[in-house]
């Protein structure tokens, strides 16, 4: 994709980063189509899986203090790897897969960051963004809150703080999620200033 046309909308150019639309080849089984542009009949025999894509410009970023209780630290890929697992009933990011962030361009150790219960050491919070210099697009890649710890204000903490940490090298950043996610994380990014928000829907041909 050319860079000018993803720029001028990026929630509507792709569904994914502009990095991933250049460089991930989709499967002949899968179709993705955003909303505006899908059609009953494209869906027939598929599975439709939905996805929120969102935009921040970084104009206003509130950073907000860290949680009472709790305290920041720059995990590990296990730990990380660990945490996410923890954290999803059907999401997986590996650690040998989080070792492989770790060499990509688009790596930067502070974008790596966690939240431990002060009074356990346990990760109650874990947050992973990258940064594509090459088209100034800050990326969050994985937020997550342990179920015990969840309506503490601790995701909104970690968006904020990437944000916060985004804002010096970033012209933008984008995210991206599930629609049938129980915990509706595209609440918690339009509560951090987000918007713009384009679905996606992907269609997995049956067989």
């Known amino acids: ?35 505006d542009l899908l059609v009953p009949e494209m869906a027939q025999g598929c599975k439709d899986e939905p996805y929120f894509k969102l935009y921040h410009d970084l104009g206003r ?7 009472t209780g709790f305290a920041l630290i720059s995990p590990s890929a296990p730990a990380l790897s660990r945490h996410i697992e923890e954290c999803y ?18 790596y930067r150790p502070e974008l790596w960051i966690a939240l431990i219960d002060s009074a356990t050491g346990k990760i109650a919070a874990s947050g992973i963004a990258e940064f594509d210099a090459t088209i100034g697009e800050g990326v969050l ?13 601790l995701g909104e ?12 090298l970033a012209d933008f950043v984008t995210v991206s999620g599930r629609i049938n996610n129980e915990t509706k994380p595209e609440l918690l990014y339009k509560k951090c200033g987000f918007g713009s928000m384009v679905i996606w829907h992907v269609l997995i041909r049956q067989t």
């Open 1 to 35: 994709m050319n860079p000018n046309t993803y720029l001028a909308a990026p929630c509507r150019a792709s569904s994914l980063p502009f990095w991933k639309t250049n460089s991930v080849a989709v499967p002949d089984f899968i179709r993705v189509v955003r909303e």
């Open 61 to 67: 970023v509130e950073q907000k203090a860290i949680p």
């Open 89 to 106: 009933s059907e999401e997986r990011a590996p650690e040998e897969d989080l070792l492989l962030y770790q060499k990509r361009a688009l």
């Open 141 to 153: 890649e994985w937020i997550q809150v342990s179920p015990a710890y969840r309506r503490r204000g």
């Open 157 to 168: 903490y970690l968006v904020r703080e990437l944000l916060t940490r985004l804002k010096p």
